[in-house]
């Protein structure tokens, strides 16, 4: 069973930087793409980033360019770097991974970004 605990939302002002991390269990985040979503208030969870087990990144139009995904494999984390947040990043965020046949999800981290 793939266990994934995010870590790291809060209230942060626009402009303004956080990171976000997901620890996972076992090695999975070496092993298997890893993918950051997000929930807003009312609407569809959407992908907002992701990394392949090479390391290869994809991000959401909506965020290219303001937010860095990354692992850390010795720690079996990966990170959500988010820079220049604006209010409509708000949401929850969540760590993501398919594996064996299953998705798995983190609990959510809450972010909220205030003008």
């Known amino acids: 069973q793939v266990r994934l605990v995010e870590s790291g939302g809060r209230l942060v002002q626009a402009g303004g930087p956080l990171r976000l991390s997901c620890a996972a269990s076992g090695s999975i985040v070496s092993i298997s793409s890893m993918n950051w979503y997000r929930q807003a208030p009312g609407l569809q969870r959407e992908l907002v980033a992701n990394i392949t087990s090479d390391g290869s990144t994809n991000y959401a139009d909506s965020v290219k360019g303001r937010f860095t995904i990354s692992r850390d494999h010795a720690r079996n984390t990966v990170y959500l770097q988010m820079n220049s947040l604006k209010v409509e990043d708000t949401a929850v965020y969540y760590c993501?991974?398919?594996?064996?046949?299953?998705?798995?999800w983190g609990q959510g981290t809450r972010v909220t970004v205030s003008s």
């Open positions: 993501n991974t398919y594996w064996k046949l299953r998705h798995y």
